[in-house]
């Protein structure tokens, strides 16, 4: 008898079984995968390590900083901020043909790119800013609000609305071509008022130090445990039956395997929502180079492209992915400490929106076929936007929709999983509760906040 099991060893997984492990609970983490982290997860192919989804922990703020999503994980966590080992970025931009804006962590320079560009918006811009300083991140009515129709009321000028959306909706929105607009205000803080950083060993030094302290306190992580069931008698979670057959019997259950997927999980008539499930996933074509990027003149961090005035997302319908737009990460453009040096290698990373059910349903033989097109494509589409570092490409590797909902188990590979977020956790089930992307918080950071808010609220509160 456990007092919690939670199900998914991602980032709120684990954040979520130390929480309670740090209040003498006897908690379990069930992972149905080989390996931790989820979506933000590792691996290594031919001696060379790759990361999973992270491009940029968000959030970052400098050590000592008492605000802030970052430094509350912190304490909460009794962690140090070296334990993340986290460098800032050098530099970042958005690119639309013909116009870039250039941020970093500082909002000062995003602000003076967007007067030089759109002289006649920068008031408009300012009180766009003020207006996100005080948003509470979890009010409902924020999230029944349309982003572009907050925007067009603050800006008037339709290409900066699209340059804005452009990056915060690659990095957190799960609905086509639309927004919540108090998912927009989240992920603007993020990104802009806060800001990018990575840990020069990438996200297994984040995960190994989470697994390290859960393990610590007691905790107990079980990978290649897969959950089948979860017992529901009389309307209330009593325990999950494991693909072995096992049963483990808990208080509370806490799922960070999406609201979809836990609700079929349930053997109840609970809705599924299906209407909610995410459509967007992606591929990422992995480049090793045997230059640096910042030899071939390639110094921003993260480059968001787009290559007309509006900026295009939804699931591709009529091919196996849409180029028209994507993301270049350059792993080595962090501003890394003098004794970590460089990575080993120049790494461009280029990440493209695709079709999960075209993807799904190739054999062996075609998905290779396609996966070596695809690569191409998408290393044709970033060169229009960063210099071409095609003749120095020296190994590959690419992940599709396929890869990542073996990793996450995500209803068709949807990276930020539905379209409705459950904010405060909870479902019709008592003593099921849900966190991680559903719950409303994205990114590394974010998911690491979202399971200590709802260990806080749901598994401490009943213990």
Not at 242 to 260: H, K, Q, R
Not at 410 to 430: C, F, P
Not at 444 to 461: E, F, K, T, Y
């Amino acid at each position: 008898m456990y007092d919690s099991i939670i199900i998914g060893a991602g980032m709120s997984g684990l954040a979520a079984g130390i929480r309670a492990a740090y209040y003498d609970q006897k908690v379990c983490v069930l992972e149905r995968h080989y390996t931790i982290g989820g979506l933000n997860s590792f691996y290594r192919l031919r001696g060379r390590n790759y990361d999973v989804g992270l491009h940029a922990v968000t959030n970052f703020t400098p050590p000592g900083a008492k605000k802030g999503p970052f430094a509350r994980l912190l304490r909460q966590l009794r962690m140090k901020w070296d334990d993340f080992g986290l460098s800032p970025q050098l530099m970042s931009s958005i690119s639309f043909p013909g116009i870039e804006l250039q941020f970093d962590n500082n909002i000062d320079l995003l602000r003076s790119e967007v007067a030089r560009e759109f002289p006649t918006q920068i008031d408009n811009f300012d009180r766009l800013i003020e207006s996100l300083v005080d948003y509470d991140d979890l009010e409902q009515k924020h999230f029944e609000t349309s982003t572009r129709e907050r925007l067009e009321e603050l800006l008037s000028d339709p290409l900066l609305i699209e340059m804005i959306l452009c990056p915060i909706m690659w990095y957190g929105n799960p609905r086509e071509r639309d927004m919540d607009w108090g998912q927009f205000c989240i992920m603007f803080r993020s990104l802009f008022l806060e800001g990018f950083a990575r840990p020069f060993d990438g996200v297994r030094l984040i995960l190994k130090k989470l697994v390290r302290k859960f393990r610590d306190l007691g905790g107990e992580l079980k990978l290649r445990t897969g959950v089948s069931k979860i017992k529901v008698e009389n309307g209330r979670a009593i325990g999950v039956v494991l693909d072995s057959g096992e049963e483990l019997t808990g208080s509370n259950i806490l799922s960070s395997a999406g609201a979809v997927e836990t609700f079929k999980l349930c053997e109840t008539n609970q809705d599924v929502h299906a209407h909610t499930t995410g459509q967007l996933s992606f591929v990422e074509a992995i480049s090793t180079l045997d230059k640096y990027p910042r030899e071939l003149g390639h110094d921003k961090t993260i480059v968001f492209f787009n290559d007309s005035d509006k900026f295009h997302w939804e699931r591709p319908l009529d091919d196996y992915c849409d180029v028209r737009t994507g993301v270049v990460c350059t792993p080595n453009n962090y501003c890394y400490d003098e004794k970590d040096g460089d990575l080993p290698d120049g790494i461009m990373r280029v990440t493209a929106l695709a079709d999960y059910e075209r993807w799904r349903e190739l054999d062996k033989d075609c998905y290779q076929r396609e996966k070596d097109k695809w690569f191409e494509q998408v290393q044709a589409s970033a060169t229009r936007f960063v210099p071409d570092y095609r003749p120095h490409v020296i190994d590959t590797d690419m992940f599709t929709p396929h890869t990542i909902h073996r990793f996450t188990w995500h209803e068709n590979g949807a990276v930020y999983g539905a379209t409705r977020k459950w904010l405060d956790g909870t479902t019709a089930i008592k003593n099921l509760f849900l966190c991680g992307t559903d719950q409303g918080f994205v990114g590394i950071i974010g998911s690491i906040v979202s399971g200590i808010s709802m260990a806080n609220q749901h598994l401490l509160a009943r213990s």
